[in-house]
């Protein structure tokens, strides 16, 4: 959500930044802006895609070996020229990116505006510019000092970067709650919001935290507490290839990452899984083993697309683990003063890890003695430093803003972590186990076998494009993932549609079934098939367009259904990891279909971190 760049060092900034700006569009994409110091502060901004600003800019004096650039998701402040980042302080010599809300701006507006400081945009952004160059002024302090003093009067999240016209030599930065990378070159720093524009310059980076301000100079990089102490920075190497932010061929990054999926879940699976042995490994999890296994209750917390995949998880943990699971909303679930008693587990589900809501309602949750367990994608992000431990996804970046190879990597992961603890506790026998743990063994191999269908689910898109609205239906395992088909189709092709487990469709939405509105169930061949085809044939009955998902034979549901898409059986466990490929694929073709962005869905953003 906005993302952040900026250079110092011997190169041109113009080309590093506006390259940088590119890989982070996926965090927002609404306007666009840089500026470049070379004695002169240029500031350059326009509204739309980050291609706009590079055209607005051929022919322009770019010419600068310090400069900070940014692509807004607004907040406060409609998307417009005008309010695109950077921002321009009073005096005309300080320029600001940041990345988050500043929720007291409102009050420090007012004593700006007291104080006779104009405004020319709506944001917060220009806002706290301001209030950083009174302190400055006021109290003939360097710029750092006066950054320092103004973070300690803010509340909410940010990520600032500014230059100053006075000192063309130094970036002055600092992070709360908003992710920043710092990238370390031979005389040279990098900055940005996720390590996608740094890694092609420099695989060694320094992750901020919450509460520290660096000082950057080409050749130097002080990192301090915002009680003034020099901090040690940790520098860490990134584990990042160029090709892995690269479409390699592919129209989309989201159909990339679609296509990626038999890789990632493997990749997910390798080194803990051996189904040869039998035997998963995971560290993280074994330390807190004995734990979770005697907890009362299992809390899931997430947001979106992580959040459907705890869904699952709860089916999965419940049924193998015989532990209580509850899914929350994190935006809820940190805000509604929850009973939580020590010892309880929380399992965070994140992509980006960055992700504002479930990053607090995982910090309260800490501090009242829960112990955190993040599922998390980026490495090195915001949740998963808070964690206590944990698994990573491994499915690489995922830079489609729709969430695809990240679900079916965090149901991997999820499923390993059950089938591990319902072991070991000894709620799942060892055939059973054995069984799973074949089974999800041969998962990558099974979605290969879906993403076969794609060029059949690209005629159905065209078939059911204009459609208004959609219903997704499923039981059991099935129906998080009749949520998450929904939420797909909604994202990226702008159809209105919902997911509903398919048995409670008569007690309300089935008032929407006519000869236009396509329905879309999940049938296939586990506990509940039978249900399911009664479910259709109640459709049928009203006209209903029924498209279904199914397993190769099922003669039923074939002379049911309008149209079906065949995936290979699997356990009904893990039955979600295959069942999700066609939605998604679905998803993607009607938003193609219809002439949209996929990657960049209108209004959305990749990594949400406001609340
Ligand atoms: C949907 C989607 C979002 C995210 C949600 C949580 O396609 O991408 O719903 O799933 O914003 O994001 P993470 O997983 O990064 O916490």
Same mark, same amino acid.
């Given at each position: 959500?906005?993302?952040?760049?900026?250079?110092?060092?011997?190169?041109?900034?113009?080309?590093?930044?506006?390259?940088?700006?590119?890989?982070?569009?996926?965090?927002?994409?609404?306007?666009?802006?840089?500026?470049?110091?070379? +004695?002169?502060?240029?500031?350059?901004?326009?509204?739309?895609?980050?291609?706009?600003?590079?055209?607005?800019?051929? +022919?322009?004096?770019?010419?600068?070996?310090? +400069?900070?650039?940014?692509?807004?998701?607004?907040?406060?402040?409609?998307?417009?020229?005008?309010?695109?980042?950077?921002?321009?302080?009073?005096?005309?010599?300080?320029?600001?990116? %940041?990345?988050?809300?500043?929720?007291?701006?409102?009050?420090?507006?007012?004593?700006?505006?007291?104080?006779?400081?104009?405004?020319?945009?709506?944001?917060?952004?220009?806002?706290?510019?301001?209030? &950083?160059?009174?302190? !400055?002024?006021?109290?003939?302090?360097?710029?750092?000092?006066?950054?320092?003093?103004?973070? !300690?009067?803010?509340?909410?999240?940010?990520?600032?970067?500014?230059?100053?016209?006075?000192?063309?030599?130094?970036?002055?930065?600092?992070?709360?709650?908003?992710?920043?990378?710092?990238?370390?070159?031979?005389?040279? %720093?990098?900055?940005?919001?996720?390590?996608?524009?740094?890694?092609?310059?420099?695989?060694?980076?320094?992750?901020?935290?919450?509460?520290?301000?660096?000082?950057?100079?080409?050749?130097?990089? &002080?990192?301090?507490?915002?009680?003034?102490?020099?901090?040690?920075?940790?520098?860490?190497?990134?584990?990042?290839?160029?090709?892995?932010?690269?479409?390699? #061929?592919?129209?989309?990054?989201?159909?990339?990452?679609?296509?990626?999926?038999?890789?990632?879940? %493997?990749?997910?699976?390798?080194?803990?899984?051996?189904?040869?042995?039998?035997?998963?490994?995971?560290?993280?999890?074994?330390?807190?083993?004995?734990? &979770?296994?005697?907890?009362?209750?299992?809390?899931?917390?997430?947001? #979106?697309?992580?959040?459907?995949?705890?869904?699952?998880?709860?089916?999965?943990?419940?049924?193998?683990?015989?532990?209580?699971?509850?899914?929350?909303?994190?935006?809820?679930?940190?805000?509604?003063?929850?009973?939580?008693?020590?010892?309880?587990?929380?399992?965070?589900?994140?992509?980006?890890?960055?992700?504002?809501?479930?990053?607090?309602?995982?910090?309260?949750?800490?501090?009242?003695?829960?112990?955190?367990?993040?599922?998390?994608?980026?490495?090195?992000?915001?949740?998963?430093?808070?964690?206590?431990?944990?698994?990573?996804?491994?499915?690489?970046?995922?830079? #489609?803003?729709?969430?695809?190879?990240?679900?079916?990597?965090?149901?991997?992961?999820?499923?390993?972590?059950?089938?591990?603890?319902?072991?070991?506790?000894?709620?799942?026998?060892?055939?059973?186990?054995?069984?799973?743990?074949?089974?999800?063994?041969?998962?990558?191999?099974?979605?290969?076998?879906?993403?076969?269908?794609?060029?059949?689910?690209?005629?159905?898109?065209?078939?059911?494009?204009?459609?208004?609205?959609?219903?997704?239906?499923?039981?059991?395992?099935?129906?998080?993932?009749?949520?998450?088909?929904?939420?797909?189709?909604?994202?990226?092709?702008?159809?209105?549609?919902?997911?509903?487990?398919?048995?409670?469709?008569?007690?309300?939405?089935?008032?929407?079934?006519?000869?236009?509105?396509?329905? &879309?169930?999940?049938?296939?061949?586990?506990?509940?098939?039978?249900?399911?085809?009664?479910?259709?044939?109640?459709?049928?009955?009203?006209?209903?367009?029924?498209?279904?998902?199914?397993?190769?034979?099922?003669?039923?549901?074939?002379?049911?259904?309008?149209?079906?898409?065949?995936?290979?059986?699997?356990?009904?466990?893990?039955?979600?990891?295959?069942?999700?490929?066609?939605?998604?694929?679905?998803?993607?073709?009607?938003?193609?279909?219809?002439?949209?962005?996929?990657?960049?869905?209108?209004?959305?953003?990749?990594?949400?971190?406001?609340?």
């Amino acid at each position: 959500m906005c993302g952040i760049v900026a250079y110092i060092g011997p190169r041109e900034a113009y080309p590093v930044i506006l390259k940088g700006l590119k890989r982070l569009e996926y965090r927002g994409y609404d306007s666009s802006g840089v500026a470049l110091l070379n +004695g002169d502060l240029n500031v350059y901004k326009k509204k739309g895609k980050v291609a706009e600003l590079e055209e607005m800019l051929v +022919g322009k004096d770019v010419h600068s070996n310090i +400069g900070i650039g940014h692509t807004r998701w607004a907040t406060h402040g409609e998307p417009n020229d005008r309010n695109a980042h950077p921002h321009i302080s009073a005096s005309g010599k300080l320029a600001m990116i %940041h990345n988050g809300i500043i929720e007291n701006y409102s009050q420090l507006k007012q004593d700006l505006l007291r104080k006779g400081y104009t405004f020319k945009s709506d944001t917060d952004t220009e806002v706290l510019l301001n209030f &950083i160059e009174d302190i !400055k002024e006021n109290n003939e302090c360097p710029l750092e000092e006066a950054v320092r003093i103004a973070l !300690k009067r803010i509340v909410g999240a940010y990520v600032i970067v500014l230059i100053d016209q006075e000192h063309p030599d130094t970036l002055i930065t600092a992070r709360k709650g908003s992710p920043l990378v710092i990238g370390i070159g031979k005389n040279e %720093h990098f900055l940005a919001s996720d390590a996608s524009p740094i890694i092609e310059y420099t695989k060694e980076v320094v992750y901020v935290n919450d509460y520290e301000l660096a000082i950057i100079k080409a050749d130097e990089l &002080i990192l301090k507490n915002l009680g003034n102490e020099r901090q040690t920075p940790f520098i860490t190497k990134l584990d990042m290839e160029l090709a892995a932010i690269e479409k390699g #061929g592919y129209d989309h990054f989201m159909l990339k990452e679609i296509f990626e999926q038999p890789q990632t879940i %493997h990749d997910c699976l390798r080194g803990r899984l051996d189904a040869e042995s039998g035997s998963i490994t995971m560290s993280g999890v074994t330390k807190y083993a004995e734990q &979770i296994k005697n907890a009362n209750r299992i809390v899931m917390v997430a947001c #979106g697309t992580s959040w459907h995949a705890g869904l699952v998880a709860e089916y999965i943990f419940e049924e193998l683990c015989r532990i209580n699971v509850e899914v929350e909303y994190a935006s809820e679930f940190r805000y509604r003063n929850p009973v939580i008693n020590k010892g309880d587990v929380i399992i965070a589900i994140s992509q980006s890890g960055e992700t504002a809501d479930t990053l607090v309602a995982i910090e309260n949750a800490k501090s009242k003695g829960a112990i955190i367990l993040g599922v998390v994608n980026v490495v090195g992000s915001s949740i998963a430093r808070i964690s206590d431990a944990g698994a990573y996804t491994h499915a690489g970046p995922e830079i #489609g803003v729709a969430s695809t190879k990240a679900f079916t990597a965090q149901l991997a992961v999820l499923t390993m972590i059950a089938l591990k603890i319902g072991y070991e506790k000894g709620t799942l026998s060892q055939e059973r186990y054995l069984q799973l743990v074949r089974e999800l063994d041969a998962i990558p191999e099974k979605v290969s076998t879906v993403l076969l269908q794609a060029e059949n689910i690209k005629k159905l898109a065209e078939k059911y494009k204009d459609a208004s609205n959609c219903l997704y239906l499923g039981r059991g395992y099935n129906f998080p993932v009749a949520l998450e088909g929904a939420l797909k189709l909604k994202e990226i092709s702008y159809i209105h549609a919902e997911g509903y487990p398919a048995a409670e469709m008569k007690h309300g939405p089935i008032a929407l079934v006519d000869e236009a509105l396509p329905v &879309i169930f999940i049938a296939t061949k586990d506990s509940y098939h039978e249900k399911v085809l009664s479910n259709m044939q109640e459709i049928k009955a009203r006209k209903g367009k029924v498209i279904a998902i199914i397993n190769e034979g099922d003669e039923q549901s074939i002379a049911l259904a309008d149209d079906v898409i065949v995936v290979p059986e699997a356990d009904e466990i893990l039955s979600p990891m295959l069942s999700c490929i066609p939605l998604q694929l679905l998803a993607y073709h009607i938003g193609l279909a219809k002439g949209f962005d996929v990657d960049k869905p209108r209004n959305l953003a990749k990594s949400v971190t406001v609340e």
